[in-house]
Structures are given as structure tokens and as C-alpha cells.
């Protein structure tokens, strides 16, 4: 039996366990990248680890997410960040030089190598053929510190694509009928192999697109093939000798598959509040809208931007819309600087807004007061722009510059001339503000700086014997990690300082909730299906853990989340039966009893509420090692005590 792409990857990079799915097993980590909103943590984590120089082949840390500075507090993280690299091996990407999945697909990645980052949208690499996967920080400081990478062996689902795209139909537009068909659990437990004819028509950038919005899925990862288009991509940008292919052999055998002809999909948007809530463009035209929004790490590409400027070029913004753009890296604006593309897209009176995240996570540009805003972002969750009656549609590039004109949603294939643009014979590559490490002689030397809104990671204890708890917040299905731990201009700074960022836990569905916590001895969190689903911020485990959360009991786990919660060393229980649910309520007494003596021997695990005198049934999936982390009190502990 033949090997898909993943598995041939894995295979290379197996350290244990056996390549069956359901099976836990490590992989080996060539590289790792951070960004600064998850950064600082991971690298106290990594100094707690007393690991003198990393061990990856390649590590980098970029600054493109608290850039906007409102205090203190991000230019201190930025300093700490750019220090600790100096020091122990990492290369530092300046803020400016772009967004983390961006500049990493141009400069840095590699087909067939693995990659984990601090940052759910890591898989944006898949579109090179690189086996990339988000994950928390403290996994990463473990990756850096030549540990491997634990997960479960997901099914691989293969996505045949067919066919090719009509003009102004866009990768963006695959990657959201993707999401209509599987939903933004359908991916969890999976990695997505993409095939077929039409990915000869699809450039790396493009495939990148998709790839870096499988996270919302719930996958794993998502990965193309590297082909000629990959030896393309990286030769102009003076990376050939980083080529290698790869592809499924012909007997490949994959869990599911899901054919999609690419000459019948039509422009498509995600409507609030949800990546899977997507709708055909046609049906949903003629909107008023007050705000675009173009960039992000799904879509600022060159050929996208060159594609918005040729779509703005000699128009003017809609009066009633704010345009704001922020190209993807440096090397992108620059090209657009160079070649005049940029002079057509500030003459048509976008706001250009630096390479950054920006917007994408509510630092700046939140929309008017119940705001309709196209944005060409991954992720429409409630309040996540930073409006919390905000209404947020996520779109492909083509769709936002023509509705921006327009002022209302507009279908592109109606109203703008088809337009290709070619991956460029040389990309525009200056390296300047990627700062290289020190060298192992220097490294001692160097001081590491820290400012006074960094504080330590929360002390964690080892499992107790019995948990007696209050049930402390009751939540629904689909809970995301913005809901946990939102993010935004006034609480991003804060996420190196987890007693401050804790006051804003869950404050989106429960303003009390941090405050009720607190006064509790301990507490318990109960909620639906695919909780803690987007972002890979540790902060909403951490939060919960700095509020004393002992565990948290759901229908169902997304898997970034859940390795987050046990390496905090917090519970992940699951009802074994959906309707128990039921059967908790806010403020009820919870006990269970003699679980580090349940977990230690993976028995089922008897929730009592003492307040109905109902039991409940939950249980607690745990592999050897992610049982020793919890019965350790964390991963960061685990690792300490074991030497790793
Ligand atoms: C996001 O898109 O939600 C983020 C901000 O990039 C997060 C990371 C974070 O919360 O810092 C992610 O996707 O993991
Ligand atoms: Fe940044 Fe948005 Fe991408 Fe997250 S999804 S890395 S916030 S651009």
C-alpha cells in the first residue's frame, strides 16, 4: 500500500509510535516559528527549560501581531523577544517585515521538512508541501528545545480539484466551498491532501490560501503537492536549492475524499458569525457595506494585491466605505512601491495600513456600531473585529476591492475584466530585517531584556486526588478561543502578563465570569461541541488555570485547545453521553473523586453533582505521555522533572 503526502512526511519524521490513525505519535521538528502575541510566553517557557541554543534547523520568531504599540507593554515584548532570539539561536523578523505565514512561505519554508508554530494558521506552509501544524507555545518551546511534536494520527481526506477557476473566482472562493462542505468541524482529527488536475493552475500563494484556512476547519493541517509551481515559487525567490518534491504515490490510501470542480464554483462569502456559515455572493449582492478590509495572512500575497490594485485603478472608494489594506510582507508593498501598483491603490483613497495583522485581530479599523464589513481575513467570530454588533463577512480579494467601490456587495465576475497575474520571474528579496542570532561564542554575552508588564507563567500543581468544584460557567456549541481569551488593542497587550489578561476571561459570553471564578476555591467549566475551536492562544488555557479551572467538561474537544488545556495541566473531560449536558447547570456543586488515581489507570471518570445528585459519566482519552503531563501538573513541569 502506497503513501499520501502526509504520511510520507511523517514517516521521515517519526521518533515514536506507530503511523496508525488514532495511534499518538512524535514527530520530529526541522523548524519552528513564534509571533509575539504567543512569542513571549513560549520563549519564558523555553528560558524555564534551561535549554541554552535551539536545536531546530531553523527557528523564527516574528513580530507582526501587537504592533500597534497603545503602550509600554508590546515594545517591551518586542525587545524581550528580540533579545532572547540573540541569544539562544533564533532569527528575528522585525515588525515590518510582515506577517508571520507570509514571510515564512516566502523566505523560509521548505517542501517535505515539518514546521510547528505558535499560531493556528501555521498549515499556510502545506501550500509549499510542507507538513505544518499549529500548536501551542509550550509544544513549541519543547519542539525548539529538540523535543518532539505529539499528536494523534489524523485520517488524511483528499480533496480532488478539477477543472479550473473563471475570472475573478478565487483560491479564497475554493477554500469557502471547502468549509460549506465539511464545516468548521469537519477537519478535526484530519489532514487535508489536495489533488487532482487543477492544482497545476494553482500557484504556491494560492495554494497557501487554502491551505492556511483549513485551519478553520479544525484540521490538523492541510497540504498540497510540491511540484513545478513549487520550483517555480521559490526560484524567484532565490531558493531553488530549497526544491524538493513530493507527491501521493499511486496506490495512496485515503480515509475520505471529496471531489471539487473548480469551473463551477462562484464567488462566495462566510456570513457572521462563522467561517462555515458561507453563502453564494450572488445571493447576498446588492448589501450596503461600510468597510473592507484586504490583508491578513490569508490573503496579501503579491498576486492578490496587484490583482486589488488593478481592480482600483483610476476608481475611487465608495464615499459611505473605509478602505484599509495592509499587503502581506515587506517584500510585497515594496514590489507594489516598485512597480507603481501601490500608487493605484492610494489614488483610489485606500488607507494603507503596515504589514501586520492589523484589523484581522481587532487591533484597529473595528467596524461603525452594527457595521457591515467585508474583510478578506480567515476568521468572522463574534467581537473578534472588535465590534461586538459588528457583521463581518469574509471574502475573496477580488470581491472586497469591487464591492469597496461599489459600496455595496458586489459579485466580481459581473463587474471587473478578468486579470491574471503571473508569480513573478524574480521576487524583490532583501533579507534586512530578519536579525540572524548570535554566534555560539557571542551567545553568553548577551543580556536578555525584560520590562515590568512581563510576569511569570502561573504556577501549576501536580493532579490532586479529588476535585471538589463549583460548575463556574455553562457555555454552548462552537466556543472559540476568542470567546476564552479575546484578543483586541486593549487586551493584546496583556498577553505576557496572565493575572492582568485574565479579568477579560470569557468576557465576551459572561462579563462576571473572571470575578466569579476567582472567589470560587476552584471551578469547573462545562460547554458543547468543538470547544475552544480557532486561534492556538495557550492564554485560554493559561487564564482559565491562573482562575483556578480544575477542568472543563464538553460534548467535544477542538485539538490545538485540548493539548493547550492538559499542558496546563487542566482536565479535558468529555461527556460520554451528549445528554448530560443536560445535567449540569451554573453553580452547581460538581465532585470527582479519586481521579489522579482514574487517570493514572485511564478508568472512566464519575462526575457527581451533588446539587441534583446526578452522576455523570466523562471520560478522559489520554496517551501515556499526556497522562504523565497532567499527573505532573503541566507540561512545562512534566518536562522539567523528565529532563527532555
Ligand atoms: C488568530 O488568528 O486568532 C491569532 C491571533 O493569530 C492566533 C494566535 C494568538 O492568539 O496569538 C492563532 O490563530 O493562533
Ligand atoms: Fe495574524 Fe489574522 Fe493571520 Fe492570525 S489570522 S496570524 S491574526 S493575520
Given at each position: 500500500m502506497g503513501y499520501t503526502i502526509a504520511q510520507k512526511i511523517i514517516k521521515n519524521h517519526l521518533v515514536s509510535g506507530e503511523m496508525k490513525v488514532g495511534n499518538d505519535i512524535g514527530i520530529r521538528i526541522d523548524q519552528t516559528l513564534t509571533q509575539d502575541a504567543t512569542g513571549t510566553m513560549a520563549y519564558l517557557e523555553f528560558e524555564a527549560m534551561g535549554i541554552k541554543r535551539v536545536k531546530t534547523e531553523k527557528s523564527?520568531?516574528?513580530?507582526?501581531?501587537?504592533?500597534?504599540?497603545?503602550?509600554?507593554?508590546?515594545?517591551?515584548?518586542?525587545?524581550?523577544?528580540?533579545?532572547?532570539?540573540?541569544?539562544?539561536?533564533?532569527?528575528?523578523?522585525?515588525?515590518?517585515?510582515?506577517?508571520?505565514?507570509?514571510v515564512h512561505l516566502e523566505r523560509f519554508g521548505i517542501p517535505t521538512k515539518t514546521l510547528i508554530g505558535s499560531d493556528s494558521h501555521t498549515p499556510t506552509a502545506g501550500g509549499l508541501?510542507?507538513?505544518?501544524?499549529?500548536?501551542?507555545?509550550?509544544?513549541?518551546?519543547?519542539?525548539?528545545?529538540?523535543?518532539?511534536y505529539f499528536i494523534t494520527m489524523p485520517k488524511i481526506v483528499n480533496i480532488e480539484l478539477t477543472g479550473k477557476l473563471n475570472d475573478n473566482v478565487s483560491a479564497k472562493d475554493i477554500i469557502l466551498e471547502v468549509l460549506r462542505i465539511m464545516s468548521v468541524k469537519g477537519g478535526v482529527g484530519k489532514i487535508i491532501e489536495y489533488s487532482g488536475d487543477a492544482i497545476k493552475t494553482l500557484s504556491v500563494p494560492q495554494r497557501a490560501t487554502i491551505t492556511n484556512m483549513g485551519a478553520e476547519l479544525g484540521a490538523t493541517t492541510s497540504i498540497f503537492p510540491s511540484d513545478e509551481n513549487t520550483r517555480e515559487f521559490l526560484k524567484a525567490q532565490g531558493r531553488?536549492?530549497?526544491f524538493m518534491p513530493i507527491s501521493p504515490d499511486d496506490d495512496a490510501v485515503y480515509d475520505e475524499h471529496i471531489k471539487i470542480d473548480l469551473s463551477t464554483l462562484t464567488p462566495l462569502a462566510a456570513c457572521p458569525h462563522s467561517p462555515d456559515n458561507v453563502k453564494k455572493i450572488s445571493d447576498l449582492e446588492g448589501m450596503k457595506i461600510n468597510q473592507v478590509s484586504i490583508g491578513s495572512c490569508t490573503n496579501s500575497s503579491y498576486a492578490d494585491m496587484m490583482?486589488?490594485?488593478?481592480?482600483?485603478?483610476?476608481?475611487?472608494?465608495?464615499?459611505?466605505v473605509s478602505l484599509s489594506i495592509a499587503p502581506g510582507s515587506k517584500q510585497v508593498l515594496n514590489m507594489l512601491a516598485q512597480n507603481g501598483a501601490l500608487s493605484d491603490i492610494i489614488d483610489a483613497g485606500a488607507r494603507i495600513l503596515e504589514s501586520a495583522c492589523g484589523p484581522c485581530i481587532g487591533m484597529g479599523q473595528a467596524p461603525n456600531s452594527k457595521g457591515v464589513s467585508l474583510r478578506t481575513f480567515n476568521r468572522n467570530f463574534l467581537g473578534r473585529s472588535g465590534t461586538k454588533d459588528g457583521e463581518i463577512y469574509l471574502v475573496s480579494p477580488e470581491t472586497a476591492a469591487v464591492s469597496a467601490i461599489c459600496g455595496v456587495l458586489t459579485d466580481p465576475t459581473k463587474h471587473a475584466d478578468g486579470y491574471e497575474v503571473k508569480i513573478p520571474?524574480?521576487?524583490?528579496?532583501?533579507?534586512?530585517?530578519v536579525i540572524e542570532p548570535a554566534s555560539v561564542e557571542e551567545m553568553d554575552s548577551i543580556n536578555?531584556?525584560?520590562?515590568?508588564?512581563?510576569?511569570?507563567?502561573?504556577?501549576?500543581?501536580?493532579?490532586?486526588?479529588?476535585?471538589?468544584s463549583t460548575c463556574s460557567l455553562k457555555v454552548g456549541d462552537n466556543i472559540t478561543t476568542d470567546h476564552i481569551m479575546p484578543a483586541g488593542a486593549k487586551i493584546l497587550p496583556l498577553?505576557?502578563?496572565?493575572?492582568?489578561?485574565?479579568?477579560?476571561?470569557?468576557?465576551?459570553?459572561d462579563s462576571s465570569f473572571p470575578s466569579r471564578a476567582k472567589s470560587l476555591e476552584s471551578n469547573i467549566i462545562v460547554g458543547g461541541s468543538n470547544y475552544g475551536q480557532?486561534?492556538?492562544?495557550?492564554?485560554?488555557a493559561l487564564a482559565p488555570l491562573y482562575l483556578k479551572v480544575k477542568a472543563v467538561i464538553v460534548k467535544s474537544f477542538a485539538r490545538i485547545h485540548r493539548a493547550n488545556l492538559i499542558n496546563a495541566g487542566i482536565l479535558p473531560l468529555e461527556f460520554v453521553d451528549e445528554n448530560d449536558y443536560n445535567n449540569i447547570n451554573l453553580g452547581d456543586e460538581l465532585d470527582i473523586l479519586n481521579v489522579r488515581d482514574k487517570i493514572k489507570n485511564g478508568k472512566e471518570i464519575t462526575v457527581i453533582n451533588k446539587t441534583t445528585g446526578k452522576e455523570i459519566k466523562t471520560k478522559c482519552e489520554l496517551t501515556q505521555r499526556s497522562r504523565d503531563i497532567i499527573l505532573a501538573g503541566g507540561l512545562l513541569k512534566y518536562t522539567m522533572e523528565k529532563g527532555e
Amino acid at each position: 500500500m502506497g503513501y499520501t503526502i502526509a504520511q510520507k512526511i511523517i514517516k521521515n519524521h517519526l521518533v515514536s509510535g506507530e503511523m496508525k490513525v488514532g495511534n499518538d505519535i512524535g514527530i520530529r521538528i526541522d523548524q519552528t516559528l513564534t509571533q509575539d502575541a504567543t512569542g513571549t510566553m513560549a520563549y519564558l517557557e523555553f528560558e524555564a527549560m534551561g535549554i541554552k541554543r535551539v536545536k531546530t534547523e531553523k527557528s523564527v520568531a516574528y513580530i507582526d501581531h501587537n504592533t500597534l504599540q497603545t503602550g509600554f507593554e508590546n515594545a517591551d515584548d518586542h525587545r524581550f523577544i528580540q533579545s532572547v532570539c540573540k541569544k539562544h539561536g533564533i532569527y528575528f523578523s522585525r515588525p515590518g517585515n510582515g506577517i508571520c505565514h507570509q514571510v515564512h512561505l516566502e523566505r523560509f519554508g521548505i517542501p517535505t521538512k515539518t514546521l510547528i508554530g505558535s499560531d493556528s494558521h501555521t498549515p499556510t506552509a502545506g501550500g509549499l508541501g510542507m507538513l505544518a501544524m499549529g500548536a501551542g507555545g509550550l509544544d513549541v518551546a519543547v519542539a525548539m528545545g529538540g523535543g518532539a511534536y505529539f499528536i494523534t494520527m489524523p485520517k488524511i481526506v483528499n480533496i480532488e480539484l478539477t477543472g479550473k477557476l473563471n475570472d475573478n473566482v478565487s483560491a479564497k472562493d475554493i477554500i469557502l466551498e471547502v468549509l460549506r462542505i465539511m464545516s468548521v468541524k469537519g477537519g478535526v482529527g484530519k489532514i487535508i491532501e489536495y489533488s487532482g488536475d487543477a492544482i497545476k493552475t494553482l500557484s504556491v500563494p494560492q495554494r497557501a490560501t487554502i491551505t492556511n484556512m483549513g485551519a478553520e476547519l479544525g484540521a490538523t493541517t492541510s497540504i498540497f503537492p510540491s511540484d513545478e509551481n513549487t520550483r517555480e515559487f521559490l526560484k524567484a525567490q532565490g531558493r531553488e536549492q530549497d526544491f524538493m518534491p513530493i507527491s501521493p504515490d499511486d496506490d495512496a490510501v485515503y480515509d475520505e475524499h471529496i471531489k471539487i470542480d473548480l469551473s463551477t464554483l462562484t464567488p462566495l462569502a462566510a456570513c457572521p458569525h462563522s467561517p462555515d456559515n458561507v453563502k453564494k455572493i450572488s445571493d447576498l449582492e446588492g448589501m450596503k457595506i461600510n468597510q473592507v478590509s484586504i490583508g491578513s495572512c490569508t490573503n496579501s500575497s503579491y498576486a492578490d494585491m496587484m490583482k486589488v490594485a488593478h481592480i482600483l485603478k483610476g476608481k475611487t472608494v465608495h464615499p459611505d466605505v473605509s478602505l484599509s489594506i495592509a499587503p502581506g510582507s515587506k517584500q510585497v508593498l515594496n514590489m507594489l512601491a516598485q512597480n507603481g501598483a501601490l500608487s493605484d491603490i492610494i489614488d483610489a483613497g485606500a488607507r494603507i495600513l503596515e504589514s501586520a495583522c492589523g484589523p484581522c485581530i481587532g487591533m484597529g479599523q473595528a467596524p461603525n456600531s452594527k457595521g457591515v464589513s467585508l474583510r478578506t481575513f480567515n476568521r468572522n467570530f463574534l467581537g473578534r473585529s472588535g465590534t461586538k454588533d459588528g457583521e463581518i463577512y469574509l471574502v475573496s480579494p477580488e470581491t472586497a476591492a469591487v464591492s469597496a467601490i461599489c459600496g455595496v456587495l458586489t459579485d466580481p465576475t459581473k463587474h471587473a475584466d478578468g486579470y491574471e497575474v503571473k508569480i513573478p520571474e524574480h521576487f524583490l528579496i532583501n533579507d534586512n530585517m530578519v536579525i540572524e542570532p548570535a554566534s555560539v561564542e557571542e551567545m553568553d554575552s548577551i543580556n536578555v531584556l525584560r520590562g515590568p508588564n512581563i510576569k511569570e507563567f502561573p504556577e501549576t500543581a501536580p493532579l490532586q486526588s479529588d476535585i471538589k468544584s463549583t460548575c463556574s460557567l455553562k457555555v454552548g456549541d462552537n466556543i472559540t478561543t476568542d470567546h476564552i481569551m479575546p484578543a483586541g488593542a486593549k487586551i493584546l497587550p496583556l498577553r505576557s502578563n496572565i493575572p492582568a489578561i485574565s479579568e477579560y476571561c470569557f468576557t465576551v459570553c459572561d462579563s462576571s465570569f473572571p470575578s466569579r471564578a476567582k472567589s470560587l476555591e476552584s471551578n469547573i467549566i462545562v460547554g458543547g461541541s468543538n470547544y475552544g475551536q480557532g486561534s492556538s492562544r495557550e492564554h485560554a488555557a493559561l487564564a482559565p488555570l491562573y482562575l483556578k479551572v480544575k477542568a472543563v467538561i464538553v460534548k467535544s474537544f477542538a485539538r490545538i485547545h485540548r493539548a493547550n488545556l492538559i499542558n496546563a495541566g487542566i482536565l479535558p473531560l468529555e461527556f460520554v453521553d451528549e445528554n448530560d449536558y443536560n445535567n449540569i447547570n451554573l453553580g452547581d456543586e460538581l465532585d470527582i473523586l479519586n481521579v489522579r488515581d482514574k487517570i493514572k489507570n485511564g478508568k472512566e471518570i464519575t462526575v457527581i453533582n451533588k446539587t441534583t445528585g446526578k452522576e455523570i459519566k466523562t471520560k478522559c482519552e489520554l496517551t501515556q505521555r499526556s497522562r504523565d503531563i497532567i499527573l505532573a501538573g503541566g507540561l512545562l513541569k512534566y518536562t522539567m522533572e523528565k529532563g527532555e
